[in-house]
């Protein structure tokens, strides 16, 4: 089966959209992935920072733990390993230095002075730690009054300063490794302040779950989205594309020998279908000065021979009435007979020329078919020799047509048959009417014609291998002829599918 090009268009544009659309999701699945890791990255260095500043939360390790999985958005506990060293104090007594914190799941072994640490090149750290916003105040409960007991702000005594009330940030340099451990890829920041080293690790597991289950959601309703704007958008690539080429395919459609002279317009198309169409233009306007060229040929040709031929039947058939001799009768005889024959062709060309250039002139009138095919039943009757007749002809047959036309070609289709039927065949004339017109039907039975014969069957001057010799009359212009004269009346005229040993034309009106 094939597939129109416009299909395959469409299927081409969408899987070229699909998988540029593929290819958009997954490059940016990994760029949210990344930015998703620099922004963990973010917090586990400023969470390590407050951890070094800090050690002494690490008293109540499972408040640490989960202060630290809110922050970092983790869902259990095995999902983070933290650990703090303290720096020794060369001038620290004996019992007195900060002492080293860890998650249970720290595993002893883990060692990761082997990891390619890289300096932290992400947003600046904040200068203030857990500094929290002042509160503002509440609209419905307005600002109570200056009391009198009470002394100006001013003459207050200020309160002793708090020493160590906001411990400030600790200096340091932080630094961001990738390990592997547990089976699960882990993403870890490591803060060195003068205090010591805090080391804190992420599963990157909780990471892809989270932008996986977002891109799920997210997909839902973005696929179903992009396929069907992927199909709009591939049908309508299509369709505009196929614009240009179906005017084209109208235009060549339509081509006639009638409709030679039509152009296509050039005018706001593109610049590669106006070379197409300028290159049909200028192989229509080839065709049509050689179609007229051949169609003067014929008519000329036809017109010239016409009247030498009328003057030399005339001559013959004067010699023949003087001529006394058998012999010279015979003689002019067949002379008269191959100029009538001449004068036959001549006729039928002049004919076919016309109808090539859109001029055969009709003079129609009502005519009864019925009638017609009648008297031409009975004249057939007449001029067989044993073939079996058969007629079939509804009454009331009536159309409007030039009758000297449709009679020459009911003649041709029916000497045909009486002329290439077998000696011992069959004809058969049968007519009726149609919702829009009438139908005659003429076959006989013959001797096998090929597919080959068949196709060339309304070819002019076409007789066939079995026709070549003179045994059988003919030119090889009738069904031409015939066939250009029922187009002249709006109809046609066909060869019906039927046995190799048969032929079935079919003549609509």
């Known amino acids: ?57 690490g008293g109540n390790m499972s408040r640490l733990q989960n202060d630290l999985m809110v922050k970092l958005r983790l869902g259990t506990a095995d999902q983070l390993m933290l650990k703090f060293e303290p720096v020794a104090r060369e001038d620290a007594r004996p019992g007195s230095g900060t002492p080293g914190v860890g998650s249970p799941n720290w595993q002893a072994d883990l060692a990761l002075d082997g990891a390619s ?57 932080c630094a961001l490794a990738s390990f592997d451990a547990q089976d699960r890829q882990w993403r870890a920041a490591r803060f060195t302040a003068t205090s010591g080293i805090s080391l804190l690790a992420a599963d990157l597991a909780a990471t892809k779950s989270e932008m996986q289950a977002a891109f799920s959601q997210a997909l839902k309703i973005v696929v179903p989205l992009a396929v069907v704007l992927t199909a709009l958008g591939a049908w309508l690539i299509s369709a505009l594309t196929m614009r240009p080429v179906n005017r084209l395919r109208r235009a060549m459609t339509g081509v006639t020998q009638k409709a ?5 317009p050039t005018l706001g198309e593109d610049r590669e279908f106006a070379v197409l169409i300028d290159a049909y233009n200028n192989m229509l306007e080839r065709l049509e000065a050689s179609f007229q060229q051949a169609s003067r040929f014929s008519s000329d040709a036809a ?8 003057i030399l039947q005339g001559h013959i058939e004067q010699a023949l ?109 049968t ?16 001797q096998a014609i090929s597919a080959a014969d068949r196709a060339r069957f309304f070819d002019r001057f076409f007789r066939g291998d079995a026709a070549h010799n003179r045994s059988i009359e003919g030119s090889g212009l009738g069904l031409s002829l015939s066939r250009e004269i029922a187009l002249a009346h709006g109809g046609s005229l066909v060869l019906l599918d039927s046995a190799p040993t048969e032929v079935k034309l079919q003549l609509t009106l």
């Open 431 to 446: 007519a009726k009417a149609l919702p829009h017109g009438v139908e005659v039907v003429i076959s006989n039975a013959t």
């Open 303 to 310: 017109h010239e021979l016409k009247t030498p031929l009328t």
């Open 321 to 429: 009435q003087r001529a006394k001799q058998p012999a010279l009768q015979a003689d002019l005889t067949v002379l008269l007979d191959e100029v009538a024959r001449l004068s036959d062709i001549t006729r039928k060309l002049l004919l076919l020329s016309q109808a090539d250039a859109g001029y055969l002139a009709l003079n129609r009138v009502p005519i009864d078919l019925t009638r017609m095919l009648d008297e031409m039943a009975l004249d057939t009757t007449m001029m067989l020799s044993g073939q079996v007749f058969t007629c079939e002809i509804a009454r009331d047959l009536a159309i409007q047509a030039d009758a000297v036309l449709l009679r020459q070609l009911l003649n041709n289709l029916i000497s045909n048959a009486v002329r290439y039927c077998l000696a011992d065949g069959w004809i058969k004339l």
């Open 117 to 173: 640490w890289k300096p932290a090149t992400g947003r600046p750290l904040p200068e203030v730690l857990n500094d929290r916003p002042e509160r503002p105040l509440r609209p419905d409960r307005p600002e109570r009054p200056d009391r009198p007991d009470r002394l100006p702000t001013n003459d207050r005594p200020e309160p002793p300063a708090l020493e160590e009330a906001r411990e400030p940030p600790p200096k340091g340099d």
């Open 1 to 57: 089966m094939r597939v129109s090009f416009r299909v395959r268009l469409f299927v081409v544009a969408s899987v070229i959209v699909g998988v540029a659309l593929g290819a958009v999701l997954v490059v940016g699945w990994h760029r949210v992935l990344a930015f998703e890791v620099e922004r963990l990255d973010d917090r586990l260095c400023m969470e390590a920072r407050r951890l070094t500043s800090q050690p002494s939360l």
């Open 260 to 264: 030679l002279g039509a152009r296509l």
